[in-house]
């Protein structure tokens, strides 16, 4: 799942708890991007902007075998060390990083970051230091993890209203050929239904502040199902200069200077959903 803003507030408020929960003088994240490349986005103690926006490609330097073993990994200094590539050198001792930690961030069995936390000097870091990174981490975790399934829950939404406006879109295009007027009635009112569902002022009940004809509604649900001019023409069973003609008096009734503008100012008023 793609990373954004509100997940790189996850990354910089762990790496405030990281720093008060160890002691430790710079902490600093981010997570993966595509190519399982990870971006340091959030700096915490830094002094300069060596490592700001470094790109850390999984399998190289401390933070990159972080990502690619899914588990912590610990130098006591980083120059120096045989225990990891050296890519990345110029950036830490522009820094004047000697010991740093890193720790994974791993949401359903995949690493989506990583979090550091280093010294200015070559010493061991403790057993403690390390077990505050790994819950830092843990936090950011449960963070995205919810983030995820609000993500997941919204989409799904999405494609179930998606589904909602064809729907409403083929019962305007069937009810003109309907010939019983009763029937027509009825599927008419099931498409009211729809729009009361989206809370729109036409489903509701009360009378829409712009009034659309009901040609002029039929051809804005049909283009807000994606249909074209002339699929609409074929749907409604009009001409394509009709579509045009609806289409160019619903716009104007809607203050609209486009097809778009004019499907969602139908959907504000009410008369889809």
């Not at 507030?9 to 994240?29: K, Q």
């Amino acid at each position: 799942m793609t990373a954004d803003a509100s997940d790189a507030v996850e990354i910089r408020d762990a790496l405030l708890r990281l720093r008060r929960a160890t002691g430790l003088p710079v902490a600093f994240g981010g997570l993966l991007e595509a190519g399982q490349r990870m971006r340091i986005s959030e700096l915490d103690g830094t002094a300069t902007h060596a490592l700001r926006s470094l790109v850390v490609t999984s399998g190289t330097g401390l933070g990159g075998k972080t990502v690619a073993l899914a588990r912590p990994c610990v130098v006591t200094d980083y120059s120096a060390s045989r225990q990891i590539s050296h890519e990345y050198d110029a950036a830490v001792a522009a820094e004047g990083l000697r010991s740093v930690l890193a720790v994974p961030v791993v949401v359903r069995h995949r690493v989506r970051g990583a979090l550091y936390g280093a010294l200015r000097t070559a010493q061991p870091l403790g057993g403690r230091m390390l077990d505050a990174a790994v819950e830092a981490a843990r936090d950011v975790e449960r963070a995205l993890a919810v983030r995820d399934e609000a993500r997941a829950l919204a989409a799904e939404a999405g494609a179930g209203w998606e589904q909602v406006r064809e729907a409403h879109a083929a019962l305007r295009a069937l009810a003109p050929r309907i010939a019983d007027p009763g029937l027509r009635a009825e599927l008419l009112q099931a498409c009211a239904l729809l729009t009361a569902d989206a809370g729109g002022a036409e489903g509701a009940g009360s009378p829409a502040r712009v009034r659309l004809a009901p040609r002029e509604v039929d051809v804005l649900a049909c283009v807000a199902a994606g249909a074209t001019n002339a699929v609409a023409a074929e749907r409604l069973g009009v001409t394509p200069e009709t579509v045009k003609g609806y289409l160019r008096s619903a716009m104007r009734k809607l203050r609209a200077r486009t097809r778009g503008e004019a499907v969602v100012a139908a959907r504000r008023a009410g008369w889809l959903p």
